[in-house]
């Protein structure tokens, strides 16, 4: 058949740009004019339009028609530009960017040859579509007049961000990241302006970076991520706050707004830095004879901080009991500046002249602000000092005439023993020789029974009728337990009873080393025609019937020091001392003591000799003896310089047992005595324990095996 010909053939299409306006729409629209037999004779007016030029990112579409004679319809075509889906005209429509940035549109479409209409997604960008207007079937030669109209219109796109973000500060640094959300996806750019200011406790370059450029959305991002440095400070804090905020929105087209419900949000920056730690140290001190003797405890707080803390602390009685061992002092609050480091608390001992066992009390931290607590709890262990101090006296004895008579020493204990207390003695020759003025004895054992005080030793004399002389010989003692060697020799003066009695009965001239000097001492029990006394010193040490070969020097006398001058004529019982402070550690000395009367005669009575303990050549720890032990074991060790020194007994789990020693100590040989019991005063299971000696950088252990 042959085609006819259109008499008149007018194709006007009109196409408006999207309008500024509110209202954000705008509409494409198709019209065809004609005259036109019908469809069996004259095809449609047809054009094609690329819409990804005109819609906006996204909105509603509908289709509407004005038709004479005729109608239209819409076509989706392919890359080829052919017809692929019929769009169903009588709908609404909403069109969207999906995540690969394309406009689309879901509509229901009819598909040629497939006998009914489905929902699918048309891709409104690369493809084109295609709009037909026909004449009304079966009409002749008939006015056709179609005008077809697509309308877009845009809706708004939100952009937003959460109302709160919280983050960690992180060692090293971290960030914030705070997501900024359109309410819809886009076919174009969208560019959005974020900052952060610091209107919160959080400062700007110090707790955050602020700085930030504009987020750039491209097709089909709905969401991206504003990331702000944070700083890391090592400093325990409050936790800090900045905002964020949407400055601006923009895109080439129209419909981007702020959200101004959702435009700011504040960043928490969680503090992550460890609390500050506070803990307190152990203390140890000898209490002394009287008054009151300060025990230190250290309170530590380790940790940066920018905050005040506090803590509490309460004084607890142990064996160490209020008011009577220390001093009262119920405890208090420590408050640490956030430049504190430390803080003392001071508790006094109270000093006795007691031999007893050592006390205990305690120091607890609790109630930490700001803070916690790492060590909360300190020992304070007041140290017995007046373990009992074993002397021995100087004596005179006549020799009498015949056999039987003894020179008596008397070693005495400064305080009943807590413990029994052992020792040796033996004779050692002076001008008397043993086998003709006395009999010698050889390391002979004595002991102090618990509650005891003193023993006597007593030493066989040889009598004589021949006139002589005043001779002495020594009693040395040793190895002492559980009491401290305060003298080591006593001399014995032989008197000649052949002849007239001396002027002067001096008795019990003794030497005792004391804290760094040595201290003289003697008594009279008669002092006749009465001048004074001369007190003479030796470097060296005796040995038998050397005596005269020595050295000797004045180092004191009635004309120096008032305190030797005589008593005049009296039969009372008088005590003379002197203290020598010019010795030295190590050194030994011989010190003899005279007298004269009216008549200018000289009489002297004997000698008294000490040596000084050395200072260790090396710091040290001794095995401790006996070792297996009970009920106790001394611990032996030595100090080549002045130093703190620890020394601690473990159990073999690594626990610790009791601290035997904490404190600093002069230069010198020391001896330790561990009972077999732990820190609160109670015996310790049988079995292997560890002493750990720690002193001036070195590090000694030793194995001790407490038994049944």
């Not at 002979?444 to 005043?470: K, M, N, T």
Request: proline share 4%; hydrophobic share 40%; charged share 20%.
């Amino acid at each position: 058949m042959q085609r006819p010909i259109a008499l008149t053939l007018l194709l006007c299409a009109a196409l408006a740009r999207p309008a500024a306006g509110a209202d954000h729409r705008f509409a494409l629209v198709h019209h065809a004019k004609y005259l036109a037999a019908s469809t069996d004779l004259c095809g449609p007016v047809v054009q094609d339009y690329a819409l990804g030029d005109y819609v906006f990112a996204s909105g509603y579409y509908t289709f509407s028609k004005y038709k004479t004679n005729g109608y239209s319809e819409i076509w989706s075509l392919d890359a080829n530009g052919q017809e692929q889906y019929r769009i169903d005209t009588y709908s609404i429509y909403y069109f969207h960017v999906d995540s690969n940035g394309k406009a689309v549109l879901t509509a229901s479409v009819v598909k040629p040859g497939s006998g009914g209409a489905s929902t699918i997604e048309v891709d409104l960008i690369d493809p084109m579509i295609r709009i037909k207007a026909f004449p009304e079937p079966h009409l002749l030669l008939v006015e056709v007049d179609v005008e077809t109209e697509i309308r877009f219109y845009n809706t708004t796109c939100w952009v937003s961000i959460p109302d709160i973000v919280t983050v960690n500060e992180t060692p090293g640094g971290s960030y914030a990241e705070v997501s900024v959300r359109l309410s819809q996806r886009r076919s174009e750019v969208v560019a959005v302006l974020v900052q952060g200011r610091g209107s919160g406790s959080a400062a700007e370059y110090a707790d955050f970076g602020p700085a930030l450029g504009p987020l750039e959305f491209i097709p089909g991002e709905i969401e991206k991520t504003a990331r702000f440095s944070v700083y890391d400070d090592n400093l325990d804090e409050s936790d800090e706050y900045f905002d964020v905020l949407i400055l601006n929105a923009a895109a080439p087209h129209e419909g981007v707004v702020v959200n101004s419900e959702r435009d700011s949000t504040a960043v928490r920056i969680l503090d992550d830095d460890a609390l500050p730690l506070f803990s307190i140290d152990d203390v140890a001190a000898g209490e002394g004879d009287s008054g009151a003797t300060p025990l230190t405890f250290t309170v530590t707080k380790t940790g940066g901080t920018e905050r005040t803390a506090t803590v509490n602390y309460a004084v607890l009685p142990g064996t160490a009991l209020s008011g009577e061992d220390y001093q009262a002092h119920v405890g208090g609050t420590l408050t640490f500046a956030s430049y504190d480091s430390e803080k003392t608390v001071v508790v006094n001992a109270l000093g006795d002249g007691l031999a007893e066992s050592d006390e205990w009390f305690t120091v607890r931290l609790s109630n930490p602000v700001n803070a916690a607590l790492a060590v909360e709890q300190a020992t304070g262990t007041i140290v017995n000092d007046d373990v009992p101090m074993l002397t021995v006296a100087d004596i005179s004895v006549e020799e009498g005439d015949a056999l039987g008579r003894f020179a008596v020493f008397q070693a005495r204990l400064s305080s009943p023993a807590i413990e029994k207390v052992t020792f040796y003695y033996e004779t050692v020759a002076g001008t008397a020789l043993p086998g003709s003025d006395y009999v010698h004895l050889d390391r002979l054992a004595a002991e102090i029974a618990v509650d005891e005080s003193v023993v006597d030793l007593p030493v066989p004399l040889w009598a004589d009728e021949v006139h002589e002389s005043g001779e002495c010989f020594y009693l040395d003692l040793s190895g002492a337990q559980n009491a401290t060697l305060a003298t080591t020799r006593a001399t014995a003066a032989i008197i000649d009873d052949d002849d007239a009695s001396l002027p002067v009965m001096v008795q019990h001239f003794s030497a005792v080393y004391r804290q760094g000097t040595v201290q003289l001492a003697w008594e009279t029990a008669s002092e006749m025609d009465h001048v004074g006394f001369v007190l003479e010193r030796a470097v060296g040490c005796v040995e038998t019937r050397v005596i005269a070969s020595l050295r000797w020097e004045v180092i004191a006398s009635y004309e120096t020091h008032s305190d030797l001058q005589s008593q005049g004529n009296s039969s009372e019982r008088h005590e003379y001392t002197f203290v020598d402070k010019a010795v030295e550690a190590g050194e030994g000395y011989v010190y003899r003591l005279s007298d004269l009367n009216v008549a200018g005669e000289a009489h002297r009575y004997g000698e008294a000799q000490i040596t000084l303990p050395d200072a260790p050549g090396e710091t040290a720890l001794a095995a401790p003896f006996p070792n297996p032990f009970n009920p106790q074991t001394r611990i032996r060790y030595g100090l080549a310089a002045s130093g703190r020194v620890e020394v601690v007994v473990y159990d073999l789990l690594g626990r610790k047992v009791k601290t035997l020693m904490d404190g600093a100590q002069s230069a010198g040989s020391y001896n330790l005595y561990w009972h077999g019991e732990d820190a609160s005063g109670h015996k310790v299971a049988t079995g292997a324990y560890v002493i750990v000696f720690k002193a001036g950088g070195v590090i000694r252990t030793q194995k001790v095996v407490l038994t049944k």
